[in-house]
């Protein structure tokens, strides 16, 4: 089976740094990837990792580590329209459907 | 930017009755996705959609359920006779390539209430 682990929530405040971690058990692994969620809005995509190592994208950044099937999400600067949920998500079969995990809830406060 | 539309954007139904929810992928993409998520909860595959056919599918996606690409442009989700807990938001997903690095991109999304 495919499983991922994240916190259900993290509070920041403006201008701080947060890292939402993700954790993965699959049964067949083509990279992790991250979409953020605000309330009633589609996913959207933010990075996508298949390699061991850091992606950076503006303020955020995504970090893979195959051999301990982990990974985070690192938003700098945050901002007030950072607050949304962010989920991870893993690419699994042949056509690369996304498996998610059940989501952070990221809180930014000024 | 390309876009995923969904239509429509809500829809309401009696349980028993079928709906139809529509989806215009990007024009150049030839992969396509249906999700769906209960609220609070997470995004659920449901199935994926290549070349005309289904190329993979979730335990959702029991026979209640197909899906559909009558023309060049629209993909669509139906359900046959819906329950109380198909209740939830169905995105629409799709991608260009095969590549894994290559994003699918979500619509807005269709909230289905079933009454």
């Known amino acids: 089976g495919q499983s991922l682990e994240q916190p259900s929530e993290v509070t920041a405040v403006e201008g701080a740094i947060v890292q939402i971690n993700c954790t993965y058990q699959?049964?067949?692994?083509?990279?992790l990837s991250w979409y953020q969620q605000h309330d009633g809005g589609a996913p959207t995509f933010l990075s996508y990792?298949?390699?061991?190592g850091l992606e950076e994208t503006g303020r955020f950044s995504s970090f893979l580590s195959r051999s301990d099937s982990y990974g985070y999400l690192l938003l700098q600067e945050l901002q007030m329209k950072d607050s949304a949920s962010y989920f991870c998500a893993v690419l699994g079969g042949g056509y690369n459907k996304l498996i998610f995990g059940a989501g952070t809830r990221l809180a930014v406060h000024p | 930017e390309p876009e995923v539309t969904q239509t429509p954007s809500h829809q309401v139904t009696q349980m028993g009755q079928e709906v139809i929810l529509r989806c215009v992928p990007i024009s150049n993409h030839l992969y396509f996705y249906w999700y769906r998520q209960i609220l609070g909860q997470k995004v659920e595959f449901l199935v994926s959609f290549y070349n005309n056919e289904i190329s993979e599918k979730s335990e959702i996606f029991d026979d209640q359920f197909s899906v559909e690409r009558p023309d060049g442009s629209n993909f669509t989700l139906k359900i046959r006779s819906t329950k109380l807990e198909d209740s939830a938001m169905y995105f629409c997903?799709?991608?260009?390539?095969?590549?894994?690095?290559?994003?699918?991109?979500f619509g807005d999304g269709t909230r289905l209430s079933i009454l």
């Open positions: 990792n298949g390699l061991d």
């Open positions: 699959t049964s067949g692994f083509y990279g």
């Open positions: 997903a799709s991608r260009g390539r095969a590549d894994s690095n290559q994003p699918q991109h």
